[in-house]
């Protein structure tokens, strides 16, 4: 009886434990449920605001947009009305001018008529005042022209050639006499010291030995130091001697220090030849600094540009004859000063043109062209001043001198170059090369005769004018020119002028 007392109070707990349990599942079903619906009412509200949000900004947006086009579109309108009230002003301008010009040539049509009507009555009535004339005077009208013509001509010719006379004996008088003066003064105060340098490269060699070493096993040395050098080397077998020929001086004198060397060593091979030309080359570039610093210092010629001094430091290697090029300019920049203190003109330009004077020769076998406007171009290039360069351009001659200095410069060269042992030759040499200028001018078809003149510099040629034309003149200089420079060798340049002379003869009665 307990027994199923106790079973039945179980099952009564389980029971009520069991409703208890679905009491509180349903309680928190329930929770959960209202929890559930808050947060979707929550999300809902969000949802709400955010499109109320958007919907407020999409709407600000559209009147913004709405509100800028509707400005644009009223700007638009008004740049419409302006264009539009802009071609009709110019319409009814263009209608006022095409009005103006219909009634300018209206009015130009008329007076062009006056006009024509008036140069026909002119000229009727010069007809018939000529007519009158030719019957009064018993010549025709051409012949009375000519006749005035010739009146006129032979008065101005008469005037011209009084006036002329009367500039060039005046000039004459005063000119000459001061010139003189000048370059003789000039002479006196000069002293300068010319001593003869060959420009020849030639090594006596002391042994028969040194010859085999120079040229090397199948000339592998010889063809070494070429390479080297840039010269041709020749070995003279019955004079014991090597001559190194080469056009440019520089290179030359390189080629003549490194044999020296090298036969001095005694030790010949190929390595041995580029250092010892090598070095040479260093210190001739040192030499060539140093010698145009040096002859800057002769001249009294400060500040020169550092290209420049290098450039003028090469014409110590050169020669005219067996004047040294870099003496002579030195010499001519103290001529130059001396003249220019004597005229009461700027010594310094002086002195600067006369020692740059020939600088163009340094660099005339490099650019083409008269080693005067070589120079006046290197010159410019490294900031010289204009009546520097000018002077160098013109000193023979190839370009118009702007001022004295040219004219200067001009005398100065041709006085260091013609005193006694400048610029020695032999006799027999001069009147050939003389002779074979004039025999070339007086090759060519319509020459009349030639005449070389500047101790062979200029050769100018006279040719007849019922022969040769202007233009034919100028063609028959270039081919003159190029003949010489074919057939003859000279130092320096020469000037080929062709003349080409008019007269007009008439005999008065």
């Known amino acids: 009886m307990s027994l199923v007392l106790n079973i039945a109070g179980a099952a009564v707990c389980a029971v009520a434990g069991a409703g208890v349990c679905a009491m509180i599942l349903n309680s928190r079903?329930?929770?959960?449920?209202?929890?559930?619906?808050r947060e979707t009412e929550v999300r809902l509200e969000q949802a709400r605001v955010l499109a109320a949000q958007e919907t407020a900004q999409l709407r600000a947006q559209f009147a913004q947009t709405t509100t800028a086009q509707g400005a644009e579109l009223v700007e638009q309108a008004r740049r419409l009305t302006e264009r539009e009230s802009l071609l009709?002003?110019?319409?009814?301008?263009?209608?006022?001018?095409?009005?103006?010009?219909?009634?300018q040539r209206e009015t130009f049509e008329r007076k062009s008529?006056?006009?024509?009507?008036?140069?026909?009555?002119?000229?009727?009535?010069t007809q018939q005042r000529r007519q009158q004339l030719e019957k009064l005077a018993g010549i025709n009208g051409e012949e009375?022209?000519?006749?005035?013509?010739?009146?006129?001509?032979?008065?101005?010719l008469a005037d011209a050639a009084n006036i002329s006379r009367h500039i060039l004996e005046d000039a004459k008088v005063h000119a000459e006499a001061k010139a003189r003066k000048i370059i003789v003064t000039a002479i006196q105060r000069y002293a300068g010291n010319q001593t003869f340098e060959s420009s020849s490269a030639t090594i006596i060699l002391e042994s028969p030995e040194l010859k085999g070493r120079i040229?090397?096993?199948?000339?592998?040395?010889?063809?070494?130091?070429?390479?080297?050098?840039?010269?041709?080397?020749?070995?003279?077998?019955?004079a014991g001697a090597v001559t190194l020929s080469a056009f440019?001086?520089?290179?030359r004198e390189v080629a003549r220090e490194a044999m020296l060397r090298l036969i001095q060593d005694g030790r010949i091979h190929p390595?041995?030849?580029?250092?010892?030309?090598?070095?040479?080359?260093?210190?001739?570039?040192?030499?060539?600094?140093?010698?145009?610093?040096e002859a800057a210092a002769r001249a009294g010629v400060p500040l020169l540009n550092p290209e420049i001094i290098k450039v003028?430091?090469?014409?110590?290697?050169?020669?005219?004859?067996?004047?040294?090029?870099?003496?002579?300019?030195?010499?001519?920049a103290g001529l130059m000063a001396l003249m220019a203190s004597e005229l009461g003109l700027d010594v310094n330009i002086a002195r600067r043109a006369g020692l740059l004077h020939d600088i163009g020769k340094a660099l005339s076998h490099e650019v083409e062209g008269p080693h005067a406007t070589v120079g006046a171009d290197l010159l410019q290039r490294h900031g010289e001043s204009a009546a520097v360069v000018n002077a160098v351009a013109a000193h023979h001659n190839d370009v118009p001198a702007e001022g004295p200095w040219g004219i200067l410069v001009s005398a100065a060269d041709a006085v260091s170059a013609a005193r006694p042992g400048a610029r020695s030759e032999s006799m027999t040499t001069y009147l050939k090369r003389v002779e074979d200028l004039e025999k070339i001018g007086t090759g060519f078809a319509g020459v009349e005769k030639c005449f070389a003149l500047q101790a062979g510099r200029e050769l100018r040629v006279f040719v007849t004018p019922q022969s040769i034309s202007d233009e034919q003149a100028f063609a028959l200089a270039r081919n003159i020119a190029a003949k010489i420079e074919g057939e003859l060798q000279y130092p320096g340049q020469i000037r080929v002028t062709v003349i080409r002379e008019t007269r007009c003869v008439e005999v008065a009665k």
């Open 312 to 332: 003028l430091g090469k014409l110590h290697f050169r020669q005219s004859f067996t004047q040294n090029l870099l003496n002579h300019s030195v010499e001519v």
């Open 29 to 37: 079903n329930r929770q959960r449920e209202e929890t559930r619906r």
């Open 144 to 156: 009375a022209r000519a006749q005035f013509l010739k009146e006129i001509e032979q008065e101005s």
């Open 113 to 125: 008529a006056a006009v024509e009507t008036t140069q026909q009555e002119l000229l009727t009535l």
């Open 271 to 293: 390595t041995r030849i580029e250092e010892a030309v090598t070095a040479v080359k260093s210190e001739m570039d040192e030499t060539i600094v140093r010698k145009g610093e």
């Open 248 to 251: 440019d001086p520089v290179r």
């Open 88 to 103: 009709n002003t110019q319409l009814a301008r263009i209608l006022q001018t095409e009005t103006e010009l219909k009634q």
């Open 215 to 238: 040229i090397g096993r199948e000339g592998r040395n010889i063809r070494a130091f070429e390479n080297a050098t840039g010269v041709t080397v020749l070995i003279d077998d019955e």
